[in-house]
């Protein structure tokens, strides 16, 4: 697996949310973590990333092991995350906001921009606009985007369709398998489950912090129990 969190055992110093669960993705692949409110889906996500102590388990990055890696190691090793709330610069313009994302090169990274902004027309007709004069699907391609800038070779992504119509959310979606479509390997927690099981290689489904069931998107959509717990019959 390129980026694999393995018998991940932890949680915010109380009791541990995350309870041996497994979760990872190939490049080129869209993995999907489902499950119910509380089930520990973004907090396995941030354990991927470092942002909490794990008391087990590994997380390793294209073999290597990042289990001590702080987050901004990981980020520089490979790993872009995108947040489910707070995740665009209000007061900066939507060039700015993609420009913070590439804080770390020394490279041009105009290059990078540009395909964004091919990925994201919206943002190149948006580019002097405040990130915060933005609809909450436009703030979501903005977040998406910086977190493009650092070139990723794992893209996270925290339920990037919440709050946004059901029109917003196929065009994410899209955009998500074009970015699939250049290798990147993109790990996701997603609320619409069923929508995101029909893009997703693979799925995970999380539940108290733990493994219920781990199988492609299409072979999850097709098993009953799946279905009728957490997908609405």
């Known amino acids: 697996m390129f980026c694999m969190g393995e018998n991940l055992t932890g949680g915010y110093g109380g009791a541990d949310i995350l309870k041996g669960c497994t979760i990872g993705v190939e490049q080129g692949e869209i993995a999907v973590i489902v499950g119910p409110n509380g089930a520990g889906k ?38 872009a995350f995108v947040p489910q709330t707070s995740n665009v610069f209000t007061g900066m313009s939507v060039e700015e906001n993609l420009e913070m994302g590439a804080f770390l090169r020394e490279d041009d990274f105009t290059v990078t921009r540009d395909e964004i902004y091919d990925l994201f027309p919206i943002l190149r007709e948006k580019r002097n606009q405040l990130a915060g004069e933005l609809s909450g699907g436009q703030r979501q391609q903005v977040a998406v985007g910086r977190a493009l800038m650092t070139q990723p070779s794992v893209l996270m992504l925290d339920e990037p369709t919440a709050g946004v119509s059901p029109i917003v959310m196929d065009e994410l979606f899209d955009r998500i398998l074009e970015i699939r479509e250049t290798g990147v390997a993109i790990l996701m927690v997603e609320q619409n ?22 199988d492609t998107g299409e072979a999850l959509l097709a098993n009953p129990e799946v279905r009728k717990s957490f997908l609405g019959g």
């Open 42 to 79: 973004s907090t396995a996500m941030k354990a991927m990333l470092g942002m909490l102590d794990l008391r087990e388990g590994q997380v390793t990055l294209d073999g290597k092991d990042i289990t001590n890696f702080s987050p901004q190691a990981r980020i520089a090793a490979g790993i």
């Open 193 to 214: 489950a069923r929508q995101a099981l029909n893009i997703a290689d693979r799925g995970y489904v999380l539940v108290t912090g733990e493994n219920r069931f781990t």
